[in-house]
């Protein structure tokens, strides 16, 4: 089992920052991917960016340019550092990691006011 646990969310005016982190516990071991996703109320949960083992990473349209994913395997951790925020990136961010089985966090909410 692998348990998720996120932070960093909270309210930013247009145009600001946040960056979440993700805290990974628990058989972490054989994670080989790990993600961010959004949700807003009545939509399907939103693949934001991922990124591998070694490093590679990919974005969503939406956000490529104004978020950056990264990994710190040694300290167990996921960040998501976002940048020049608008109203639309308000959602609840969930962290997941995929091994043997996908995991979730319960996710933390990021509301963007203009």
């Known amino acids: 089992q692998v348990q998720l646990a996120e932070s960093g969310g909270g309210l930013a005016q247009a145009g600001g920052s946040l960056r979440l982190s993700c805290a990974v516990s628990g058989s972490r071991f054989d994670i080989r991917y790990m993600a961010w996703y959004r949700q807003t109320p009545g939509n399907q949960r939103e693949f934001i960016a991922g990124?591998?083992?070694?490093?590679?990473?990919n974005y969503a349209d939406s956000v490529k340019g104004r978020f950056t994913i990264s990994r710190d395997i040694a300290e167990n951790t996921l960040s998501l550092q976002m940048s020049n925020l608008n109203p639309e990136d308000t959602a609840v961010y969930y962290c997941n990691a995929l091994g043997l089985s996908s995991y979730w966090g319960q996710g933390t909410q990021v509301t963007v006011s203009s």
């Open positions: 990124i591998t083992n070694s490093g590679a990473a």
